[in-house]
């Protein structure tokens, strides 16, 4: 039978309530992603490093914030949002990505590279890394802590506003040098000076001298993320300007849950879908470069069980131009089976 708790804690006891549970249970949320659907609101982002109250945006590319009424608490397989009407309105709808890491706590020191991390949280099985490191305007390696080569890099100035974030993707033109801007729509860049010229390894990530990603006492968040077989996966697909059945279809070997496409040839958007936004064929868009509400005008992507499509019936620009390159990256939702006590992306 259900009710009420009729009568007084006992003494030694605590109420069951979310803000009464253990900190330290496995698998705590680590990184959280909050988009108001509704409103034009940031896109909030807050892993455990930096830790609650501070976030920063992966449409502008402001300085970190620090407020209490946003994200108050990671709990296990979720989180505790305040007033703020960036993470939480009344009748207005949010999106929320969300990474669990089995690790407790902030992270430890990463000794890999050249440059030691003030703190990496790693979770190998989900492959998933948050590092924090400040740049030294030199070349050099920062350690991930991954065990093997990531495909997908974003690379955030958290104290520094001059500089938009910084994204590397393994099926870019040329990975060596090639990176592209999350706040942004440019296609893909050049520059050999933002990765040294170098991929990824097991180990490390490589820096030049840029400013856009090694300044000299700029602090640094950085995402990485390799692929992990049942979970995630990081591709490409060429644009052919036709729909439905006839799109370009892209295998991740699992049903995912959410997929960002980015065209790299020209001026084209962060373009962001989740499985639980509708039902095929799924036109519920978030942009990652802009705080724009969420589109629902056409048709995006189907979402199938072992990848997507993509069926957009115009504005083939964004998603679907003849003869264009875009990247891709997915997620699925309930990876290795979907037992609540492993690694997944919460929505």
């Known amino acids: 039978a259900g ?9 030694g006891f605590k109420a069951i309530h979310v ?21 034009a609101d940031n896109h909030m982002i807050f892993d455990r490093v930096r830790g609650i109250f501070k976030n920063i945006h992966s449409n502008a590319s ?36 969300d990474w669990f890491i089995e690790t407790t ?16 949280l790693v979770d190998t099985a989900s492959g998933f890394s948050i590092s924090k490191f400040e740049g030294t305007g030199a070349n050099a390696t920062v350690g991930h802590g991954l065990g093997a080569a990531p495909k997908f890099v974003i690379l955030k100035h958290f104290d520094n506003s001059n500089y938009s974030t910084t994204v590397g993707h393994h099926r870019v033109d040329t990975p060596t040098t090639g990176y592209l801007i999350l706040d942004a729509t440019d296609g893909e860049q050049n520059n050999a000076a933002i990765w040294n010229s170098t991929i990824p390894t097991s180990s490390v990530v490589s820096l030049g001298s840029s400013a856009a990603s090694n300044n000299s006492g700029t602090d640094y968040m950085m995402y990485c993320f390799a692929e992990v077989e049942g979970f995630s996966k990081f591709g490409r697909y060429e644009g052919n300007g036709l729909t439905s059945a006839d799109g370009p279809l892209c295998f991740t070997d699992f049903k995912p849950e959410l997929v960002a496409i980015k065209g790299i040839d020209g ?20 942009l990652w ?6 589109g629902s005008t056409y048709d995006a992507i189907d979402f199938l069980s072992n990848g997507f499509r993509v069926v957009t019936t115009v504005a083939y620009n ?19 089976g979907g037992d609540s006590t492993t690694p997944s992306t919460a929505f």
Request: charged fraction near 20%; glycine fraction near 6%.
């Open 3 to 11: 009710g009420y708790f009729r009568h007084d804690v006992p003494a």
């Open 19 to 39: 803000d009464n549970l253990t900190e330290s249970d496995s698998f705590i949320s680590a990184f959280s992603w909050i988009k108001n659907r509704d409103a």
């Open 62 to 97: 402001d300085v970190e914030a620090t407020d209490v009424d946003t994200l108050q608490r990671f709990l296990k397989q979720g989180a505790t949002v305040g007033e703020d009407v960036q993470v939480n309105t009344v009748n207005e709808s949010y999106v929320y990505w």
């Open 267 to 286: 001026a084209r958007a962060w373009m962001v879908l989740s499985s639980k936004f509708g039902p095929n064929p799924n036109k519920y868009q978030l």
């Open 318 to 336: 964004d998603m679907n131009n003849s003869g264009e390159s875009y990247v891709w990256c997915a997620w699925a939702a309930n990876p290795f």
């Open 289 to 294: 470069n802009t705080s724009d509400v969420q």
């Open 105 to 120: 706590g902030s992270g430890t020191s990463n000794e890999d590279g050249s440059i030691n991390t003030a703190s990496t």
